[in-house]
Protein backbone atom coordinates (compact mmCIF):
# COMPACT_ATOMS: atom_id res chain seq x y z
CA UNK A 1 0.00 0.00 0.00
CA UNK A 2 3.15 2.22 0.55
CA UNK A 3 3.54 2.09 -3.17
CA UNK A 4 0.10 2.96 -3.97
CA UNK A 5 0.38 6.06 -1.24
CA UNK A 6 3.35 7.33 -3.37
CA UNK A 7 1.91 7.42 -6.34
CA UNK A 8 -0.94 9.16 -6.25
CA UNK A 9 -0.19 13.23 -5.98
CA UNK A 10 -2.59 13.91 -3.07
CA UNK A 11 -3.11 17.66 -4.65
CA UNK A 12 -3.60 16.93 -7.99
CA UNK A 13 -6.42 13.82 -7.13
CA UNK A 14 -7.97 16.40 -4.89
CA UNK A 15 -8.57 19.27 -7.46
CA UNK A 16 -10.11 19.35 -10.62
CA UNK A 17 -13.42 20.05 -12.33
CA UNK A 18 -16.66 18.65 -10.31
CA UNK A 19 -17.66 15.47 -12.03
CA UNK A 20 -15.01 14.50 -14.38
CA UNK A 21 -14.67 11.60 -15.87
CA UNK A 22 -10.67 11.44 -16.22
CA UNK A 23 -10.21 11.05 -20.04
CA UNK A 24 -8.16 14.05 -20.30
CA UNK A 25 -4.88 13.54 -19.74
CA UNK A 26 -4.31 15.52 -16.63
CA UNK A 27 -6.38 12.64 -15.23
CA UNK A 28 -4.11 10.43 -15.31
CA UNK A 29 -3.54 9.90 -11.52
CA UNK A 30 -7.25 9.68 -10.96
CA UNK A 31 -7.22 6.83 -13.05
CA UNK A 32 -4.45 5.00 -11.52
CA UNK A 33 -6.61 5.74 -8.28
CA UNK A 34 -9.56 4.31 -9.79
CA UNK A 35 -8.09 1.07 -10.21
CA UNK A 36 -6.73 0.72 -6.82
CA UNK A 37 -9.68 1.63 -5.39
CA UNK A 38 -11.60 -1.31 -7.30
CA UNK A 39 -9.77 -3.74 -5.73
CA UNK A 40 -10.08 -2.08 -2.25
CA UNK A 41 -13.22 -3.09 -2.00
CA UNK A 42 -12.14 -6.99 -1.15
CA UNK A 43 -9.53 -5.85 1.24
CA UNK A 44 -11.89 -3.55 4.28
CA UNK A 45 -9.74 -1.33 6.16
CA UNK A 46 -7.15 -1.48 3.52
CA UNK A 47 -6.34 1.66 2.04
CA UNK A 48 -8.82 4.07 3.74
CA UNK A 49 -7.00 6.73 3.59
CA UNK A 50 -6.68 6.24 -0.57
CA UNK A 51 -10.71 5.50 -0.28
CA UNK A 52 -10.92 9.09 1.74
CA UNK A 53 -8.83 10.46 -0.99
CA UNK A 54 -11.40 9.10 -3.82
CA UNK A 55 -14.58 10.18 -2.03
CA UNK A 56 -12.64 14.30 -2.20
CA UNK A 57 -11.68 13.42 -5.93
CA UNK A 58 -13.33 15.56 -8.66
CA UNK A 59 -13.60 11.92 -10.74
CA UNK A 60 -17.12 10.85 -10.58
CA UNK A 61 -15.27 7.13 -11.67
CA UNK A 62 -13.27 7.52 -8.24
CA UNK A 63 -15.91 8.53 -6.11
CA UNK A 64 -18.45 5.51 -7.14
CA UNK A 65 -14.96 3.21 -7.04
CA UNK A 66 -14.77 4.55 -3.23
CA UNK A 67 -18.26 4.28 -2.56
CA UNK A 68 -18.41 0.45 -4.11
CA UNK A 69 -15.95 0.25 -1.39
CA UNK A 70 -17.32 1.28 1.70
CA UNK A 71 -20.46 -0.50 0.45
CA UNK A 72 -18.91 -3.56 0.94
CA UNK A 73 -16.51 -2.94 3.84
CA UNK A 74 -17.99 -3.29 7.38
CA UNK A 75 -18.36 -0.12 9.08
CA UNK A 76 -16.04 -0.36 12.04
CA UNK A 77 -13.54 -0.46 9.01
CA UNK A 78 -14.03 3.01 7.34
CA UNK A 79 -11.61 5.76 7.36
CA UNK A 80 -12.13 8.22 10.46
CA UNK A 81 -14.60 10.86 9.48
CA UNK A 82 -15.83 9.52 6.45
CA UNK A 83 -19.91 9.74 7.49
CA UNK A 84 -19.81 13.43 7.03
CA UNK A 85 -18.23 12.82 3.21
CA UNK A 86 -21.25 10.66 2.39
CA UNK A 87 -23.37 12.77 3.58
CA UNK A 88 -22.76 15.38 1.20
CA UNK A 89 -21.94 13.07 -1.42
CA UNK A 90 -25.90 11.90 -0.73
CA UNK A 91 -26.96 15.30 -0.67
CA UNK A 92 -25.18 17.10 -3.61
CA UNK A 93 -22.89 15.19 -5.29
CA UNK A 94 -23.27 15.63 -9.16
CA UNK A 95 -23.86 12.24 -10.06
CA UNK A 96 -27.01 10.48 -9.29
CA UNK A 97 -25.75 6.98 -9.26
CA UNK A 98 -23.31 8.26 -6.43
CA UNK A 99 -25.98 10.18 -4.35
CA UNK A 100 -27.94 7.05 -4.27
CA UNK A 101 -25.45 5.02 -3.36
CA UNK A 102 -23.74 6.99 -0.88
CA UNK A 103 -27.28 7.30 0.75
CA UNK A 104 -27.16 3.50 0.32
CA UNK A 105 -23.90 3.45 2.13
CA UNK A 106 -25.23 5.41 4.88
CA UNK A 107 -28.14 3.53 5.79
CA UNK A 108 -25.76 0.92 6.90
CA UNK A 109 -24.19 3.11 9.68
CA UNK A 110 -26.94 3.40 12.34
CA UNK A 111 -27.13 -0.74 11.58
CA UNK A 112 -24.00 -1.66 12.04
CA UNK A 113 -22.75 0.86 14.79
Same mark, same amino acid.
Given at each position: ?24 P ?16 R ?13 ? *?P ?5 ? /?? $?? !?????? %? +? ?13 ? *? ?6 ? /?? $?? !?????? %? +????
Amino acid at each position: MSLARDAFPRQAIANGAPDSLWFDPEFRAHYALDWTLQELRRFPGTGGDLVALGLS *SPSIMNRG /RS $LV !ALKAWP %V +DHWPAGVSERLREIA *SSDGHEKN /RT $LA !AEVLAR %V +DRER
